[in-house]
C-alpha cells in the first residue's frame, strides 16, 4: 500500500487550499485515513482522520471549523480542505492510514509542504 500526497504550496492568511492523497494498493488494511503535520522544529501532529466505512471524522482542536477531511471511496483518495489558514498553518503535511487514527498509523505518506504568508 502505498500513499501518496500532493496539494501543498504557499498561500496568503485567510486563503484556502485542498490536499489530496491517493492510496494505492490492497486498501483493505486502510479502514482510516488521516492527516498529521510537523512545523519546523516540532513533533508531527495530529489534524484531522475519517473512517473509510462510516465517514466519521475526528478532528485537532486547532483547526476544527476550518479543516475538512473527506473521502472519494472509489478514487481512493482522502482530501484535506483547508479555509482561513493562518501562519500556524504552516508546516509538512503527511497523509496517514491505519485501523485507527491518531494512534494507531500502521502507514504514511510523503510530506507535502504548506506555507502560509502573514
Known amino acids: 500500500v502505498q500513499l501518496q500526497a500532493s496539494g501543498g504550496g504557499l498561500v496568503r492568511a485567510g486563503g484556502s487550499l485542498r490536499l489530496s492523497c491517493a492510496v494505492s494498493g490492497h486498501t483493505f488494511s486502510t479502514s482510516t485515513l488521516g492527516w498529521f503535520r510537523q512545523a519546523p522544529g516540532k513533533e508531527r501532529d495530529f489534524v484531522a482522520a475519517i473512517t473509510r466505512s462510516r465517514g466519521m471524522t475526528n478532528y485537532a482542536d486547532s483547526v476544527k471549523g476550518r479543516f475538512t477531511i473527506s473521502t472519494d471511496n472509489a478514487k481512493n483518495t482522502v482530501y484535506l480542505q483547508m479555509n482561513s489558514l493562518k501562519f500556524e498553518d504552516t508546516a509538512v503535511y503527511y497523509c496517514?492510514?491505519?485501523?485507527?487514527?491518531?494512534?494507531?498509523?500502521?502507514?504514511w505518506g510523503q510530506g507535502t509542504l504548506v506555507t502560509v504568508s502573514s
Open positions: 496517514a492510514a491505519g485501523p485507527t487514527l491518531p494512534s494507531g498509523v500502521s502507514l
